[in-house]
DNA sequence: CGCTAATCTAGAACAAGTTTCACACTTGAT
DNA sequence: ATCAAGTGTGAAACTTGTTCTAGATTAGCG
């Protein structure tokens, strides 16, 4: 069904904030801690959903900061091993409550499509629209874009899907064809590069609500450089 | 002189990683530990170099998780407790470091000015160029972006300062007036997000070289798109 | 049912960021 | 020169992420 449990390609869970590999950094190897079997048992379902649901919760109180490995354990009423187990570490944890909530936000948005005339005000709108539903709980936004951004290579897995879930959202608000132009896909990572580093900044109180709508519709404008058809190689490729 | 060390307006240093502050924030009263005062003696300012310098090297090194506070001290020749008085966290510490290499990037690149035809070419030319520097300390890259991504508010007066010194850069590129039009305010600032985001996209791994510069580029078409006199109110500012 | 491997649990242990404490050292003003 | 305040030192303590161990439970299977 739904993604399940990470393997975690390397091996190593390591990755959170208190990070123990020594000075010398021995990637590969699958020696410790084995992530649960690909396919989840119903309980272990349940177990899951459990976990997100606590961590939510607790991030929703108290932002990154709240989300305490042995309270979401005791909390989702799970041994603190296992809860390793399923999320090697808290930034994975994290990031999974992301996808969990982008999820949610793209059904949401999917019921009232935006009603811009030009695909650049669909992109806009939508991303203010996904701003304030994010808005609501400060906190959790907090927490889930302080994992994504610290995220290293260990969790690069799971960051691309956010990011292409994040994409899908864009692409699908400019209302244009599900296989774009290379110039149009160049112009939403921008986007999307903005949307992220907006709502950063944002969080972290150094931008107000007027500078991030502004900032968003700046490179939404980037949108209208496009022509939706294929074929045309813009921005570029030529390397350094 | 160069910024000395900061005062931490609010008062607790607590900030870094693992944070102490319990369920309840209790922000004001500035009871625990001083920074130190905002005038250096020779000594100080000499050990404050060596923080620096120490912390650089342990992050060329090792990146962000190699960086460890004891360790920076022993290498700096502080105490523990002296190196917290300085730097009241390790991503204060890590944000410290950017300043003074974004300095240096902003020298070396002040002589030589980049020689596109077009403002965009120019900026887009310079963040290549400043995104080149930086490849060849990856693990000091990685360090300080982790830092300055992870930031909290805690650390908000020391990342706009980085912000700000980020604008300077690019705007100097653009060849315009120091006192641009909004537009092309707005238009910079989503170049930063921009260098930004996939600065951070290319150290976990998630983003290719030619990617980078790609999404540069397309970035930096926003600039055309301002004209440089002051006086148009463009991309945005209208509310909800 | 009875067995075996996988999974969970409780709890201790460890690592690294942060704080605290008691004491020595500087410094600046009188 | 001297005293008080401010700084620096060393070491220990505390917090929270992460890992490890030994013993229950569970799941699949004959």
Redesign the pocket.
């Known amino acids: 069904m739904d993604q399940v449990i990470r393997a975690t390609a390397g091996g190593?869970?390591?990755?959170?904030?208190?990070?123990?590999?020594?000075k010398v950094d021995k990637p590969g190897a699958g020696?410790?801690?084995?992530p649960?079997?690909p396919s989840l048992?119903a309980?272990?379902e349940a177990?899951r959903r459990r976990i997100l649901r606590a961590s939510t919760r607790l991030a929703a109180r108290g932002g990154f900061?709240a989300?305490?490995?042995?309270?979401v354990a005791e909390s989702s009423?799970?041994?603190?091993?296992?809860l390793?187990?399923?999320f090697?570490?808290?930034?994975h944890?994290l990031v999974a409550v992301m996808q969990d909530q982008l999820e949610r936000l793209h059904a949401t948005l999917r019921k009232q499509p935006p009603d811009g005339d030009t695909a650049a005000e669909r992109v806009a709108q939508t991303l203010v629209r996904a701003f304030r539903a994010l808005q609501r709980e400060p906190r959790l936004a907090e927490a889930m874009v302080r994992a994504l951004t610290f995220a290293d290579r260990s969790v690069a897995p799971e960051v691309e899907q956010v990011s292409r879930q994040t994409t899908a959202i864009i692409l699908e608000a400019t209302g244009g064809p599900a296989d774009p132009a290379p110039g149009r896909l160049a112009a939403v990572r921008v986007i999307e590069h903005t949307w992220h580093a907006t709502l950063v900044a944002w969080l972290s109180g150094r931008a107000s609500l007027t500078q991030v709508t502004a900032d968003i519709e700046t490179a939404c404008r980037l949108i209208e450089l496009t022509d939706t058809t294929t074929g045309t190689a813009p921005a570029g490729t030529r390397g350094a």
Chains 1, 2 share one sequence.
């Open positions: 190593r869970g390591a990755a959170g904030v208190g990070e123990k590999v020594a020696s410790g801690r084995r649960v079997s048992t309980r272990q177990r900061e989300v305490q490995m042995r309270e009423e799970v041994a603190l091993g296992t390793y187990r399923y090697p570490s808290k930034v944890l």
